[in-house]
């Protein structure tokens, strides 16, 4: 009886221990919660006031001018197709072109930023804070500052994004990198190999799939970023897009966005089948 | 002629090799001896300069190897090639390939840059392989390749540096008894043949005294022995290998019987 | 001891077969770049590519170089950072609390609307395959409309300010969330809940006690990892008119007040970066340091 007793004490104190730790949480949060939506200005009231602007909004979306449903005639919803797809067509290729370059000098910057190849911790280092710099700044705020420099158009976005993807994929490839196999290395620098056969002949092999399969994920995140990176005025749809909801055409905002959902499902499905391919080629190979 | 004078390595306080001295003439199948972490490992990598001394020298035929650095040193790597227990090899790259990376050398960088191998290296590494009774798996990717086949393109790589010296740690420490036998006598055709000088780490004392024409033994990072393997007694033998010698000696016998 | 052969003679000894080798090995002796001829092929196509895209651009020679040079121009402006008076650097912190704000309110919104969805499109709690691939195509359609066209929409409804900000990101994430959730659930282990069956639970309590505690864990780290992204997002969401520092940052630009833009953008980069070592901590504390 007496050890039951025990063992019931020792539960509930634990159970209470937890619970206290459980109370604590909980008011940390909502501590937050209060701060945030001080900060945020958060205001309920005018949410539900205006949340019937938002299904309106929604509403009138879908309305052609006439009043009609879109589906009703989609070839007036769609009137601007060609125009769209042209600027669609730019925004993949902003994408494509930004995530290349990016990925490429991210690769050549990415075996200098690896601790196991770069001996020099000052120089491995100072390529790491470099990457780091590069993938922090958000692109759009480096499409501002080329918007700029370069004047409005499609470069300085894909310049934006070039930098950041340098940033972005020249830390994931050095954390790759940074976890192979070093025996190979070792191998061939013991045959006389220089540090660029090294790499080329020793590390390579062992990250080549993991370089392709990140690149290929980054361009379908580059290619979100490149569709609204217009709205700085750094080129593809995102600049149309951003005109159609100032000025309230209502049912082109709904033709572009149903253009941009259906192609970065396009892409993602197409990326997902190239990097499955790949990575089933490294299984059976 | 290697001549090693007053080489040393330390670790922060601690001397993973004290003081070598020996003279290596050419064409000599030298076995380096010793229980595991007396030094013998240090000794050869840094024969071939991947780690670096602390003191003292290494000279080869009047060339300063110490003082070696850029393409000097990769020079001095190519002439003494090296064979690893885990035989580090491209595990995803093809064999040929692999043997291939021993003419990086010999070649002109943006060839190698953009693997486009002459007619001559092909042909030498295939050479290589057709000797070790491999060639018939040059297009096979290493890492498919057993442990022995693996040590044996290994030696295939080492082979076509066309080195003065092979240097060669613990090679047969991760293989079973039937291909020890097989990369030893290899390594002993080597030395014959072509008359290169191989230096080579053993755990095995038995194996030792069966294919080296000289054995140093180290103990805690110093030489303690450096004779022909008749000078080697069984005293000599307790103090290389200490509680370890009859165990050793006794265990690798069996082996050898065996293979 | 053999004497030391020298190196010409022992290639002689090598290729002493060489006519041979070369007749049974004719297939590796080939021309050298065949065997490389596909990825040849690849890389052409990909470089071809990237040149039209620099040319369909705009990209000119011109134009880098003096959009380069004039880009160095506004970095040594941009030297060093300089905010002038204690009244912006205030100014600016409140707005750094406001990004804060709406990254966190936007992540929990999110999470909270996604938590049902996520068992709702999970293939062990809701067995209607109907179900559960409508779910998933939803969320991935949510998923696909960028943050930034969330905050324009939130605008037109709500009106200019961080509480547009607050509702884009809980928009764009809840489609991620309810997907990353539903992986959670569908991976967490059956014998759990069997357990609470067999003793005589019902369906609820077989989730709440069988599956909740052990997808919570994964659960809270994803959402807190979300929170690193989301303050990221937050700081940009402002360029278009919805909270945070980024209204700054594009207004600072615009009236070209270089050394401001800088000073806001160092307070960016210490703003994520603590954010994301905190949060590093906080998800290592949660589910141990493997699955980071």
Redo the contacts between chains.
Sequence with gaps: MLEAGMLEATYASAVSARRMRSIQGAAVLIIAIGLACWAAEVRPLTLISKIGNFTSYIDRMFQLESGARVWTDPAEWFWGLWKWLGLLRDTLLMAYVGTLAGAFIGFLFCFAASSNLMKSKWVCQGFKRLLEFNRTVPELVFALLFVYAFGLGPVPGVIAIAIHTIGAMGKLFAEVVENIDMKPVEGIAASGGTWVQQIRFAVLPQVQTNFISYTLLRFEVNVRAAAVIGFVGAGGIGDELLTSIRRFYYSDVSAIIVMLILTVMVIDYCTEKLRHRLLGGEVHA | MLRITGLSRSYTGRFAAENINIEI?????VGVIGRSGAGKSTLLRMI?R?VDPTAGTIEFDGLNVTTLTGAGL?????RC??I?Q????????DV??NVL??R??HMP?WR??L?????ED???A???L??MGI?NL??Q?ADQLSGGQQQRV?IC???V??P?IILADEPIASLDPRNTKLVMDQLLRI???????VICNLHSLDLARTYC?RLIGMAQGRVVFNDVPAGLTEDIARELYGLEAGEVMAAQHAETVTA | MSASLPTSSRRDAMLADAAGLAERHAALLGPAWRSELTGWIVAAALFALFCFGLWQLGFTFTMLTHGGSQMLVILQVMLPPNPETWARVVFYLGQLAETLGIAFLGTLIAAIIAFPLGFLAARNVVSNLFIHVIARRVFDTVRAIDVLIWALLWINVVGLGPFAGVLAIACSDIGSFAKLFSEAIEASDRKAVEGVLSSGGTWTQAVRYGVLPQVLPVITSQVLYYFESNTRSATIIGIVGAGGIGLSLSEMIRTVEWQQVSFIVVLMLITVSAIDYVSTLLRRSIIGPSSI
Excluded: C
């Design positions: 003439p050419r064409g000599s199948f071939n991947l990769r020079g001095w790597r190519m090639a090296m690893f885990q035989f580090n090899l491209v595990g995803r790259v040929l390939t990376m021993g990086l050398g960088a190698a840059m693997k486009i191998w002459s007619r092909r042909l030498i295939l050479a290589a057709d000797q060639a040059a297009a990717r290994a790589r080492a082979l540096q066309e003065d030395n014959r043949e072509l008359g290169i000088t024409d």
